[in-house]
């Protein structure tokens, strides 16, 4: 049921700050993460963790992208990332004490089942999966399961089954690095934010008739860029393939500094440039990679913090976000891109919900 909603798409965006606070119902005290909520076995696997392999697919693929981020940087655990395509078919090193992680929405996808198939032969510690359907063949199959539950997600393009993986990935990283390098202190800061993030989710989506109004220059173009750095590139990579499969409008990302080695030659007043730019150490960065791209013709779209200093002109659009604590950037900056990417494709009269030769759940390879 769609509600008063026009697409379950639209209504899966909106949900996320009830689904979020869903995800951590239960799995967060006032300052610490309850880690039996990972399974009566979990303590005794995550004790012996050293590294940490991660294997997904497609939106999935990018949440596992930012926990890599996390936990190298948190928790000071090495982290492996491979979609499962590729990895099911080449000869893999396993480093001794390395946790197998799967990241799915369905739980069926065919080819990070048939990587956790190949992964119970290899000399893996154990397997979790972070899956939001119960007693899917991931869930089954996986030796600790932590269920997402964002509820049943109907639109193709994943949205709030995106958000609550990011959530979860964040308390994974936030037992295992207790036993690394995270202290008490860092994990009561970690978890306070978690306790915001509902709301401050709620305050973003408000920005909804904003976004809207920016997509209307989205929807005669036919080439688009999406920039970010540090755990907001795979915010851009998941914008983009976003926008690219519900509107059709071919959309890459790239890590903005990546820009002078190639991509900056695509630029030019066609190209809309899209940057996520939280107020973090990484600013001034993006913003010598922005400008750059504004003295080659480019139209720059910038979510941005408040604070960050942007001034909407002639070739810059922006919309100010709250500023928020750094480990919520991820989750925050997403959700303005969902709603672009929703309302270009509403605006070029795509099905939204239904996008062409997409499936919702790939059980073939
Ligand atoms: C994109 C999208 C797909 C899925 C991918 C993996 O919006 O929905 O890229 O993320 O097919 O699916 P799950 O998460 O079910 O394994």
Same mark, same amino acid.
């Given at each position: 049921?769609?509600?008063?909603?026009?697409?379950?798409?639209?209504?899966?965006?909106?949900?996320?700050?009830?689904?979020?606070?869903?995800?951590?119902?239960?799995?967060?005290? %006032?300052?610490?993460?309850?880690?039996?909520?990972?399974?009566?076995?979990?303590?005794?696997?995550?004790? %012996?963790?050293?590294?940490?392999?991660?294997? !997904?697919?497609?939106?999935?693929?990018?949440?596992?992208?930012?926990?890599?981020?996390?936990?190298?940087?948190?928790?000071?655990?090495?982290?492996?990332?491979?979609?499962?395509?590729?990895?099911?078919?080449?000869?893999?090193?396993?480093?001794?004490?390395?946790?197998?992680?799967?990241?799915?929405?369905?739980?069926?996808?065919?080819?990070?089942?048939?990587?956790?198939?190949?992964?119970?032969?290899?000399?893996?510690?154990?397997?979790?999966?972070?899956?939001?359907?119960?007693?899917?063949?991931?869930? /089954?199959?996986?030796?600790?399961?932590?269920?997402?539950?964002?509820?049943?997600?109907?639109?193709?393009?994943?949205?709030?089954?995106?958000?609550?993986?990011?959530?979860?990935?964040?308390?994974?990283?936030?037992?295992?690095?207790?036993?690394?390098?995270?202290?008490?202190? /860092?994990?009561?800061?970690?978890?306070?934010?978690?306790?915001?993030?509902?709301?401050?989710?709620?305050?973003?989506?408000?920005?909804?008739?904003?976004?809207?109004?920016?997509?209307?220059?989205?929807?005669?173009?036919?080439?688009?860029?999406?920039?970010?750095?540090?755990? %907001?590139?795979?915010?851009?990579?998941?914008?983009?393939?976003?926008?690219?499969?519900?509107?059709?409008?071919?959309?890459?990302?790239?890590?903005?500094?990546?820009?002078?080695?190639?991509?900056?030659?695509?630029?030019?007043?066609?190209?809309?440039?899209?940057?996520?730019a939280p107020n973090n150490d990484l600013l001034e960065k993006l913003k010598s990679n922005l400008e750059e791209v504004q003295a080659r013709g480019g139209m720059l779209f910038v979510? !941005?913090?408040?604070?960050?200093?942007?001034?909407?002109?002639?070739?810059?659009?922006?919309?100010?976000?709250?500023?928020?604590? !750094?480990?919520?950037?991820?989750?925050?900056?997403?959700?303005?891109? %969902?709603?672009?990417?929703?309302?270009?494709?509403?605006?070029?009269?795509?099905?939204?919900?239904?996008?062409?030769?997409?499936?919702?759940?790939?059980?073939?390879?």
């Open positions: 049921d769609k509600g008063h909603y026009r697409h379950f798409m639209q209504k899966e965006i909106f949900e996320q700050a009830r689904v979020i606070g869903n995800t951590l119902q239960g799995r967060i005290g %006032q300052h610490k993460v309850l880690e039996q909520v990972f399974g009566t076995s979990a303590a005794d696997i995550f004790d %012996q963790v050293q590294r940490v392999q991660i294997i !997904a697919c497609g939106t999935s693929y990018h949440s596992g992208l930012v926990c890599k981020y996390w936990l190298e940087d948190w928790a000071g655990i090495p982290c492996d990332i491979e979609v499962a395509s590729e990895y099911r078919y080449r000869k893999v090193v396993v480093s001794p004490g390395t946790l197998f992680v799967t990241i799915s929405q369905s739980g069926e996808t065919a080819d990070t089942l048939a990587a956790l198939r190949l992964a119970k032969e290899l000399n893996y510690l154990a397997s979790l999966t972070i899956c939001n359907v119960p007693n899917s063949s991931l869930a /089954r199959e996986s030796d600790l399961v932590f269920m997402t539950q964002a509820g049943p997600e109907i639109g193709v393009a994943s949205t709030k089954a995106f958000t609550t993986q990011l959530v979860s990935l964040q308390l994974l990283t936030i037992v295992l690095g207790r036993r690394h390098q995270l202290s008490a202190e /860092r994990e009561a800061e970690l978890v306070e934010a978690l306790h915001s993030l509902p709301s401050l989710c709620e305050e973003v989506l408000s920005l909804d008739p904003e976004v809207l109004e920016m997509s209307e220059h989205f929807s005669e173009k036919h080439h688009s860029l999406f920039l970010g750095r540090g755990p %907001q590139y795979p915010v851009a990579m998941e914008g983009a393939l976003k926008l690219k499969e519900i509107s059709y409008i071919h959309a890459e990302s790239y890590p903005a500094g990546e820009l002078k080695h190639g991509p900056l030659a695509l630029v030019d007043s066609d190209m809309p440039i899209v940057a996520v979510f !941005a913090d408040k604070d960050a200093g942007f001034k909407n002109n002639g070739s810059t659009k922006v919309i100010n976000l709250p500023h928020v604590p !750094a480990s919520l950037e991820p989750i925050i900056y997403t959700l303005p891109l %969902q709603q672009l990417s929703y309302h270009v494709a509403v605006l070029k009269g795509t099905d939204v919900d239904q996008p062409r030769n997409l499936a919702k759940s790939v059980t073939v390879e």
